[in-house]
């Protein structure tokens, strides 16, 4: 349902606007930075900068703006037609306006979100306290959707040659042409990213190595689902059905995404490894070695490949323990696991107190293992999964649309989402201490992040080391699964692991949630250390406050990296898209402006 426009609101958003149109045409940087308060924040995803960016205060701003105006020229900021007109909020104490705004550029169309601090008293325009620009599209690709979508006139008018399908079976086969890009992993980041890349004219091919579209999920283990809302977690072009429950369960996840590859006319070639690649400087090219289901080999040359394996590599981080080798019963790492009814009856240590560890030691007792020991290797932050795990994603339950909230959450620059997330761990915090009081009481240690940030900058940061409770704390709490630190380890022996006080706690089964290497590992592990070292670290906070390496222009030449949760790969397949369509078509800059 539209919400209708407030013309105060829409007056006051029109008049910056306006102020914001004159200094760029004005190429004027300075007039352009004073439009924002002297301690506000400028950000920009690829628009300005072909990166991401964030510039702190005036001094910051025009220098910034002086960089990049002249070759972007920007022009025509204009309130955004289609997304939720202004409206009045408050924000980390402030009140304040958050309006939408398109403009143009030298090469496409742009979307920018603002937030102007509101006093009706006032009786000047005010200064913007946090201004975010984005690219949106190219002027010469624009997405094939809407006024833009294909007729199909061609198959109702052609009866002798190939209908529909036959062309799509065609396209598919890639049996007379390489893709532009090829993006290894067919899971919900490497899917959305085609499907973006696809809409802009780009001919793509995703390869994965399981037998369907969907097996990343469906292979997991058997009582998983989303730990954040469906609301939250919608896939573009195709949202999740109205009646879905709110914790989406794996399964139902994983027939979405089959679906999703057909419905968006994805190429996917399934039980396809990737066997490796070798990038050649003179004519820009991967030259990649794949393995089909049926085991021929084809090479693929191509200018641009993607990895999309997820947030880490999806190579197990497999603990050097001390006597592993000698204990007699069975040994998995998590990624192993499926489900606990296969040890009904035995006695289960699980190593790790992350989502995971907590998961899987659950599945086992209640799927009737004898005993079940949980090890914690390194204090853990939890959180309950209502009200306190929901809370980060709360302005998804506000009104606007997806899209229009992915760019309130793109625009936040460092220092404000590390205030908000103090704010908000202060009060799940609060919200959890009975739970908290009693995990302590078992000797559970917890851990908020140094400056106190919690669970979800813990995620941006590291990936890992946070625990969303649905009911393993509350087991632990209660003794039901016993709790036993790494530190006080001596050594596994066949039975079972002996601790430095000479206990031992028997075991016939092992199961290691002890999380996956960097991405950057699996960088080396199908393209070589030089390629590894050249990319470097990815996941964890740069020094713009981006992901590094992650959804941008890596120091590997046409080498991209997709990943992330669903509401990441959404929000930020947008912009690699077009970072990677502006590459084939010769407009991304050869060296970034600043």
């Not at 908000?420 to 009975?434: F, G, N, P, S, V």
């Not at 706690?505 to 393209?527: H, K």
Request: hydrophobic residues 40%; aromatic residues 10%; proline residues 6%.
């Amino acid at each position: 349902m539209a919400v209708p426009a407030d013309p105060r609101l829409t007056a006051v958003t029109t008049d910056w606007l306006s102020s914001l149109n004159q200094a760029w045409e004005n190429l004027d940087p300075a007039e352009a930075a004073g439009l924002i308060e002297p301690d506000g924040y400028w950000k920009d995803i690829v628009s300005f900068t072909w990166a991401y960016r964030t510039f702190a205060g005036t001094e910051e701003i025009e220098r910034g703006l002086k960089l990049t105006m002249d070759d972007v020229r920007p022009r025509n900021a204009r309130i955004a037609p289609e997304r939720n007109p202004p409206r009045l909020v408050r924000r980390s104490a402030r009140t304040v306006i958050e309006a939408y705004f398109d403009f143009d550029t030298a090469v496409g169309r742009g979307t920018g979100f603002v937030r102007l601090p509101y006093d009706p008293d006032a009786p000047t325009t005010p200064r913007a306290w946090i201004l975010l620009t984005t690219l949106q599209e190219l002027a010469d690709a624009p997405f094939r959707i809407g006024e833009h979508r294909p007729t199909g006139v061609e198959y109702s008018e052609n009866f002798a040659g190939d209908n529909w399908l036959d062309q799509r079976r065609k396209t598919q086969a890639f049996e007379d042409r390489d893709p532009e890009v090829l993006i290894v992993g067919g899971g919900h980041s490497g899917l959305i990213l085609a499907a973006r890349l696809g809409l802009m004219g780009v001919d793509v091919l995703v390869v994965e190595r399981n037998p369907r579209v969907g097996d990343n999920w469906r292979n997991r283990y058997h009582s998983l689902t989303l730990h954040n809302e469906v609301w939250a977690n919608s896939m573009p072009y195709l949202p999740f059905p109205p009646n879905w429950p709110t914790f989406v369960p794996k399964d139902k996840l994983a027939a979405w995404l089959e679906g999703y590859a057909e419905y968006m006319e994805i190429n996917v070639w399934t039980g396809t490894t990737f066997a490796g690649g070798e990038y050649d400087e003179a004519t820009g090219t991967w030259t990649a070695d794949l393995t089909r289901a049926d085991g021929t080999r084809r090479t693929i040359r191509c200018p641009h490949l993607v990895l999309a394996t997820g947030g880490s590599s999806g190579v197990p981080n497999r603990p050097d323990l001390p006597g592993l080798a000698d204990f007699h019963g069975e040994v998995l790492h998590s990624s192993e696991f499926g489900s606990g009814t296969s040890y009904a009856g035995k006695r289960a240590i699980v190593f790790g107190t992350g989502n995971s560890g907590h998961d899987v030691a659950q599945d086992l007792h209640a799927n009737g293992a004898a005993q079940v020991t949980i090890i914690q290797r390194s204090p853990t932050c939890v959180v309950s999964l209502v009200p306190s795990g929901t809370m980060v994603y709360a302005l998804y339950s506000e009104g606007p649309s997806n899209d229009d909230i992915d760019l309130i959450t793109a625009a936040i620059p460092y220092p404000v989402l590390r205030d908000t997330y103090q704010w908000l761990t202060k009060r799940t915090c609060a919200l959890d201490k009975d739970l908290l009081d009693r995990l302590h009481a078992v000797g559970f240690e917890t851990d908020y992040e140094p400056d106190g940030t919690g669970f979800h900058m813990k995620y941006l940061r590291k990936g890992g080391g946070y625990y969303i409770n649905v009911g393993c704390s509350d087991l632990i709490a209660d003794g039901e699964i016993a709790l036993r630190h790494a530190r006080n380890i001596d050594r596994f022996q066949p039975d079972g692991l002996r601790f430095s006080d000479g206990s031992v706690v028997e075991a016939d089964v092992v199961v290691l949630a002890t999380g996956y290497d960097n991405l950057q590992e699996g960088v080396r592990r199908i393209l070589g250390a030089d390629v590894a070292e050249r990319v470097g670290p990815i996941w964890g906070f740069d020094d713009h406050g981006a992901m590094r390496n992650m959804w941008m222009r890596t120091a590997q030449p046409g080498f991209w990296v997709m990943g992330g949760s669903l509401i990441d790969a959404r929000l930020y397949s947008t912009f690699l898209a077009v970072q990677i369509k502006a590459e084939l078509d010769g407009l991304f800059p050869k060296e970034l402006p600043i």
